[in-house]
């Protein structure tokens, strides 16, 4: 979970328009 929350922070960062899917996905 830690993982993947980092990481989707990043992603976040960097690209916020995929970012929201992969949130809504996860």
Known sequence: NYIETVWGR??????????QKAAANG
């Open 10 to 19: 990043g992603y976040v960062l960097r690209d916020p328009e995929p970012a």
